[in-house]
Each structure stands twice: as C-alpha cells, then as structure tokens.
C-alpha cells in the first residue's frame, strides 16, 4: 500500500477519535441539575475514556485480527479477545469512578452494574467498528492488487501483440527490397535509409506506452513511400492530416495494421482502378481514422496472407483504448472501408 493511501487511513482513524472524544466532552460539561461542570476534569473524564477504549479497538486491530481471523481461526479469536476486553473495561471503569466522583452529579451511576455492561457494550462497539474498518481497508488493499496483477497480465499482451506487428512488417518490406535489388533499381538506396529510419521507430519509440501521433503520421509515411516506389508511383495513394498534432499522444502501431491491409487487398499493379486513401482528422481531442480501397480479385494479388491482422489490432484497441473507441468496417463486393474513433482525452 503506497504512503497516500496510509496517511488516509490515518487521517479517517484520527478523525473517528477527535468527533469521539468531543461528543463525550460535550456531553460531560452540559451543565445538569444546576450544576456547574468542571473543564478540566470532564477533558481529562472524556480523554481516559477515549484512551481505554482505544487501547483495547488497537490491541484488537494490530494483534488479534491478523493473527487469527487473516487464518480464521475463529475460536481462537473469541476466546483471545475476552480477557484483554474484561481488562480494559475494569481500568475503564474503576478509572472513571476515581475521575468523576465529586464532580459530576450522575456519579453514583458509575456504581452499578448497568454502567459496567454499558460500558463493555460501548467497547464492544468501537472495537467492532474500528475492525470494520481493518476489513475495509484489508479489501480494498486486494482489490488493488488484483487490479494491479490484471494490468501486468493485459500490459504482457500487449507486448506479445506489438511484437507480433515487427516480423510483419519485416518480412513486407524485406520482400519489396529484394525485388528493387532484384531489378536493380536505384531506388533501393532510399529504401534502406527509409527502413533504417521506421526500424529505428519500431525498436525504440514504439516501447513507450504512447507517442506523438506525429511520429506515428511519419512511420505511416515512410510506409507508403515504400510501397510507391515499388509500384513505380503508378498508384494513386493520398494520406490526408487534418487538425493540429502537436502535443496529442497515441498508442504506437496501432494504425498501420489497416493501411497494410489496403495495400494488401487493395493495390495491384495489373488492376487500373487500384488506390489508397487514409484521412487522419483530429477534433476536440477525438482522432478518427478513415482509410479506404477497392477490392481485388484475389488471383491478382501475389502478396502472401498475414497471420496479423484484424483480429490483432481489435484486441490492442480493447487493452489500449477500452469504452474508448469505435472501429466500423464496410466490406462490400467492390470496396472495403475502415472507420476508426479514438477519445484521446
């Protein structure tokens, strides 16, 4: 339990005392029967009442409850607890006959068995509130950790889905360098200063849990000028940013996965009326993603299939951006079109 919740649950134990011990000191100088109170012995009357009752709430709080009742040992616990309670109630009580006789009207009542059961009921009473509050504190301090033990589980998924995205990504672009080698392009110098320039991307900036969404814009970019110059520029591709990027953080990788996808069963060389369109617009801390293509027989595409995709980047969004966001997908015969919405707030 870190130190803020420490110092609440101090300031909640001392709170209880202090409304405590003023209703008793209250209580003991109202002045009754034309009787005028005496100040200092009603402080010190209330004080050494708080201070028993206390002691014996605290010996139960800090001994009794976590040596027995956290290994319910029940029997244990209630035979245990009757002789300290017996004790504080006999010190409480004979405590009180000496402080109070003489100064307070109502002292004869101190005398009878009433106020000694009344008594025990009263010590009863906190000790069971002041462990309500152990139980309390006890379930909350759980509930953290289980919280805490949920989160390092969602955060290694996470990791396991990034790293899924790398060899992805990889083995595309390894692909498209080989065929720019192949034919001797010269283009292919480009191309690995590009490559050098997203690696270093992927391997460093995407361990953050997020990043400027401008440097995610210019991975996506670096993406896309590969794949122009292995279509030659023969493709119509357009990545459109709308709104101000500055200062807005995004969960890394968690865009490309559906423009790789429009390149994949959208872009072919051998069909006409093949393109790439991607919109990025921010509006009061809301980024929405639109990418869209057309649908290509699938004898015309020579890209191999992905083991990542769709069903990858659903469970990413869930972890990273839970009641947070919205993903509409339009698949036609003749198109396919991604809609994304992010609260980034």
Not at 10 to 33: D, E, G, M, N, R
Not at 97 to 118: K, M, P, Q
Not at 277 to 291: F, H, I, P
Not at 302 to 311: A, D, F, H, M, T
Request: aromatic share 14%.
């Amino acid at each position: 339990m870190n130190p803020p919740k420490k110092q609440r649950i101090l300031y909640i134990h001392i709170a209880f005392w202090c409304v405590y011990f003023s209703f008793f000191y209250y209580q003991y100088t109202y002045p009754k029967h034309g009787q005028e109170p005496d100040l200092l012995k009603a402080f010190v009357d209330a004080g050494f009442q708080a201070i028993c009752i206390a002691a014996m709430a605290y010996f139960n709080y800090f001994v009794l409850l976590p040596k027995f009742l956290a290994n319910k040992k029940w029997s244990s616990y209630f035979a245990s607890i009757i002789l300290p309670l017996l004790l504080s109630v006999e010190i409480l009580v004979h405590g009180k006959r000496w402080i109070v006789d003489g100064y307070r009207h109502e002292a004869w009542f101190l005398y009878t068995d009433r106020f000694w059961v009344s008594s025990t009921l009263s010590t009863l009473f906190i000790c069971a509130f002041v462990s309500l509050l152990k139980f309390v504190e006890d379930w909350f301090e759980l509930e953290a950790k289980k919280k805490e033990i949920e989160n390092e589980g969602l955060m290694a998924e996470l990791r396991f889905l990034k790293a899924q995205i790398n060899p992805h990504f990889l083995f595309n672009t390894l692909n498209n360098l080989y065929y720019l080698a192949f034919t001797n392009s010269p283009n292919t110098t480009e191309v690995i200063a590009k490559l050098s320039q997203m690696m270093r991307y992927m391997i460093y900036d995407s361990n953050h849990t997020k990043v400027p969404l401008s440097k995610e814009i210019e991975y996506m970019q670096n993406y896309i000028s590969l794949e122009e110059l292995r279509l030659n520029n023969e493709i119509p591709i357009r990545l459109e940013v709308k709104g101000e990027t500055t200062g807005v953080m995004i969960v890394p990788l968690i865009l490309i996965t559906f423009l790789e996808n429009a390149f994949k069963h959208g872009v072919s060389n051998n069909v006409s009326d093949s393109f790439v369109y991607a919109v990025v617009e921010l509006t009061n801390q809301t980024c929405t993603y639109t990418v869209e293509n057309p649908k290509i027989p699938k004898n015309t595409n020579n890209e191999e299939k992905s083991g990542i995709g769709l069903q990858n980047v659903r469970r990413r969004l869930e972890l990273s951006y839970p009641n947070q966001h919205e993903l509409i997908i339009e698949d036609t015969p003749t198109h396919y079109r991604v809609h994304l919405t992010l609260n980034l707030a």
